[in-house]
Structure formats: structure tokens, C-alpha cells
């Protein structure tokens, strides 16, 4: 039996995707290189010359990195 929302009575359960949601689910749940993410938000990067960051990080990951400077 599924769970019901106690003041609509309505069935709890996940709905689909909108349209929206389809189109934007690669850029919601991108993984993307840090300098890949300072361009997107026109953030300059501070990292030795010559030196490269090629781990893919979420933009959570990203802000949280920020933050930190």
C-alpha cells in the first residue's frame, strides 16, 4: 500500500520527469573540471602556470572549493 499525504488523502509517490527536467538533466547533474566551472561563472583561476585540473567535480563541488578561498 503506498503512503498517502495525511491532509490531501493523496497517493505519495515520484512523478516523471517535466519536459524541463529532461532537456536540463545533464547540465543539473554535469560532472565538469574545475576550470571548466570557473569559466562557466566567469571566475578567474588561481593555479600555478603550466598546471592543469582534470578531475570532473560537481558545481556543488565547485562552490564548496570556492568558498574555501
Known amino acids: 500500500m ?34 571548466e566551472w570557473a569559466e562557466i561563472e566567469k571566475l578567474p ?3 600555478d602556470e603550466g598546471t592543469t585540473i582534470k578531475t570532473k567535480i560537481s558545481y556543488s563541488e565547485f562552490l564548496e572549493y570556492v568558498k574555501k578561498q
Open 2 to 35: 503506498a503512503a498517502k499525504n495525511d491532509i490531501t488523502g493523496a497517493e505519495i509517490k515520484t512523478s516523471a520527469l517535466s519536459k524541463k527536467g529532461r532537456e536540463n538533466f545533464d547540465d543539473i547533474f554535469a560532472k565538469r573540471t574545475f576550470e
Open 45 to 47: 583561476i588561481c593555479i
